[in-house]
């Protein structure tokens, strides 16, 4: 009787203690952007009252591991996960207000950049990524510096113990982290090969741990031997069945499918419980979806809730959760820095970028210090290779910014190109070198070629850190402009335009940062132009052409900046640009058969000119307003003849094609212009866009006695042009189709197909 009553109260304390000993482990598979679903998960245990002790995860699982580890509750993961900011570092966009301008390059018309490393023996090597790490590097740095300091860099002291999971693809082995830099464990997890580039650990690259293990099951019984597994799996097969349809559009991401969608759901014990949500529909990529993904895995946990319940006896209260996660967080230290850790840099390497930081010895840094001087760095795509962390000194109870120097592409190739239907298809080639010491050397050679257009330009641009960052550059700019040779394949009615232009440009720019969003440039050049024309379009083989020869110096100052989100047809983002120039020409003429002027001239200019353009775009929805404004003021002298004066004075050139065509009533030594933009997204990559401009000359240019030009007192006139054009933008650049209506008589209509980004280089004179 005595031993049954033994027995009997220890299976009463075996039953009363089992829930309180028990403990959970929540695994959480791999998957791109369906990891987001792992969030809903969450909400539906916490709202439950359902305890989890043990965290394991690979790739997105991993990264919504890493969050609540850190002591970050479901809700407020999920309103990262659906912010615009979340995006921006999915996309490699920089966040609002760290776009900084006083990098960034002039617009040219290539569409394919090939990044190498060139080494002092001249091997180059191949670097290539999908995906920009610039903001998610960063993101997650931040973001996790003050949990991993709070455990000790230990991840079984974090606010639940975790386990992320990596890839060593060189000996082929699953690596489990447990320690160390939680950003750091949780960038690894999403480095899928050629989508992210790895970063090292202890000295190793290691990569997404879903190529080995993306449900890491097992890792949850060897590392902590819970009593109930919950396995949640978002990776089972997309496609069922052969893709006959979508296999071409697929193919390009082939390699995401197989290392993200595949997983073993055997792996949970009779004990666990696995959920899998029905996310038929949904990709590795749609990390727009985030909101629809983070509910459907809240409904699919809710379905499994009550077999969670039967085998999970315990539970932990909302309340207690958020009191243990508060007395985590509140040994938090402040984001406080007083120093810069630099790996892979020599000293003068180093003096450079703290300047750019604008470090100093004992004068600590704040966070915001270290965001901008860390965005100011990266808007040079020389450094966007940097990989940054977050440390603690216990000792001076402080932070430091870990600065690594991964594999810098110092050489890159640029191909581009026009094909369209006037003659003005072109190629663009470029290259650029870079040299980093204590100041940073980016040479660089580009050439345009075609029927219309030809060009060839050299700088060499030298940025110095000192005095809050400067830049000096000599450049060499030749421009070649056939207009006779510019033939319209669609509409044949058109007069032939008799002008080539050619001009050359010497000179050197000093540029400097204006705040954030802004550059100032000073510079100084000497122009050689030749401009050879008829003044008539009814020219025959017996006829000479005029030449024109404009010899001198020009120099200036302008400020300006650019967020339009493309380099061509925008419709978010603001650009603007305000200059004073000052020139001074010596004119040499020499008439043609058609002139009414007989014996050469020469004679010397001097004016100055002030121009302002400014145009941005207002995006609601999937509707973009833009409005763009511009204005010249000058006293820019008359030359020999009416047509000299014409082709060389400020011209509005606000379309596509306008810079292919010589419109004479664009054209004015001063004007006001206003324009109106209404764009259309069809779908993200396809726009249909209208856009209307008035155009105002405050002294018309017009005929004098014997070809010579003076003002027209008349100057009542405003001219219109405007277009209606269809536009997606493709991988290789726009294919546009556009409808253009010029207030012109020799150019009233014309239809343009074109397939490249239609860009040139500034003339010597603009």
């Known amino acids: 009787m005595q031993l049954a009553k033994i027995l009997l109260l220890t299976a009463l304390l075996g039953m009363a203690t089992s829930g309180y000993g028990q403990k959970v482990a929540l695994v959480l598979s791999g998957g791109g952007a369906k990891g987001i679903a792992h969030v809903g998960v969450l909400k539906a245990l916490e709202e439950n009252n359902i305890p989890v002790d043990y965290l394991v995860g690979t790739s997105m699982g991993g990264i919504v591991a890493g969050c609540y580890a850190a002591g970050y509750p479901a809700d407020e993961i999920e309103k990262i996960m659906t912010s615009p900011e979340f995006m921006k570092w999915v996309n490699g966009d920089l966040e609002k207000g760290y776009n900084y301008f006083y990098s960034k390059e002039e617009p040219n018309a290539a569409f394919l950049s090939i990044k190498l490393s060139l080494d002092s023996t001249f091997n180059a090597s191949l670097t290539s990524s999908i995906a920009s790490d610039l903001s998610l590097n960063y993101a997650l740095a931040e973001t996790f510096a003050q949990p991993s300091a709070n455990a000790g860099y230990n991840f079984d002291s974090l606010f639940v113990p975790v386990r992320i999971v990596a890839a060593d693809i060189f000996t082929q082995n699953e690596v489990v982290l447990n320690s160390g830099s939680l950003s750091h464990a949780l960038r690894t997890t999403l480095s899928v090969p050629f989508f992210y580039k790895p970063i090292r650990l202890d000295g190793k690259y290691l990569f997404d741990g879903g190529i080995y293990n993306n449900f890491p099951v097992d890792v949850a019984i060897k590392e902590f031997d819970p009593d109930v597994i919950i396995g949640v799996n978002v990776s089972s097969k997309i496609f069922n069945d052969y893709p006959f349809e979508k296999d071409d559009r697929l193919l390009d991401k082939s390699l995401l499918y197989m290392l993200l969608d595949k997983s073993n759901p055997d792996l949970i014990p009779g004990s666990g419980v696995y959920i899998e949500p029905d996310l038929r529909g949904y990709t590795s990529f749609d990390f727009g979806k985030a909101q629809n993904l983070i509910d459907s895995g809240y409904v699919w946990a809710m379905n499994h809730m009550d077999e969670i319940k039967a085998k999970v006896a315990r539970s932990s209260s909302c309340d207690s959760v958020a009191e243990k996660r508060n007395k985590f967080q509140a040994k938090n230290k402040p984001l406080k820095f007083d120093t810069i850790h630099f790996h892979g840099f020599n000293s003068k390497q180093r003096k450079y970028i703290s300047r750019i930081f604008n470090f100093h010895k004992n004068e600590p840094l704040y966070i915001e210090d270290i965001k901008t001087g860390y ?10 290779t940097i990989y940054p962390d977050i440390s603690f000194n216990a000792e001076t109870e402080s932070y430091q910014l870990e600065i690594y120097g991964r594999p810098r592409n110092n050489f890159n190739v640029e191909i581009g190109g026009t094909i369209a239907t006037r003659n003005i298809s072109q190629i663009y080639l470029g290259m650029e070198y870079y040299y980093f010491d204590n100041y940073l050397l980016k040479n660089s050679i580009n050439f345009y070629t075609g029927s219309f257009y030809k060009s060839a330009q050299l700088r060499s641009r030298l940025d110095l850190s000192a005095l809050n960052q400067f830049y000096i550059e000599p450049e060499l700019t030749y421009n070649s402009w056939d207009y006779i040779d510019s033939d319209d394949i669609l509409i044949k009615e058109r007069a032939p335009t008799l002008l080539v232009r050619t001009d050359r440009k010497y000179g050197i720019n000093l540029g400097f940062p204006v705040g954030s969003h802004f550059k100032g440039v000073i510079n100084s050049a000497w122009v050689n132009n030749t401009d050879r024309f008829a003044n ?3 020219f025959t083989s017996a006829d000479t052409l005029d030449r024109l020869d404009l010899n001198g110096l020009r120099a200036g100052i302008y400020i300006s900046r650019n967020s339009l989100n493309r380099k061509q047809y925008a419709n978010e983002g603001k650009a603007f640009k305000l200059s004073l120039d000052y020139f001074n020409m ?10 009414a002027i007989e014996a050469t001239q020469k004679q010397g ?23 763009f404004l511009e204005s010249v003021f000058s006293n820019q002298p008359f030359f020999s003849n009416y047509y000299a004066s014409l082709i060389n004075a400020p011209a509005l050139e606000p379309l596509q094609d306008s810079r292919t065509l010589l419109l004479q009533n664009f054209r004015a030594h001063n004007y006001l212009t206003v324009g109106l933009r209404s764009v259309y997204s069809i779908r993200p990559n396809l726009n249909f866009r209208i856009e209307g401009y008035a155009f105002k000359a405050l002294e018309s240019i017009t005929t ?20 209606a054009a269809l536009t997606l933008h493709s991988p290789i650049g726009p294919i546009n189709l556009s409808m253009n209506y010029y207030d012109d008589a020799e150019t009233k209509f014309g239809v343009l197909l074109h397939v490249g980004f239609l860009l040139f280089h500034d003339k010597s004179m603009d």
């Open 375 to 384: 965005y100011r760095l990266v808007s040079e795509k020389f450094f966007r």
């Open 704 to 723: 004098a006695n014997e070809s010579r030009s003076g003002y027209d007192d008349f100057i009542d006139s405003i001219y219109f042009t405007g277009t």
């Open 586 to 595: 010596e004119e040499r003429y020499k008439p043609g058969s058609t002139s």
């Open 605 to 627: 200019h001097q004016w100055f000119r002030a121009k302002a353009t400014v145009e941005q775009y207002f995006k609601t929805g999937n509707h973009s307003t833009g409005y």
């Open 536 to 538: 008539t379009s009814s």
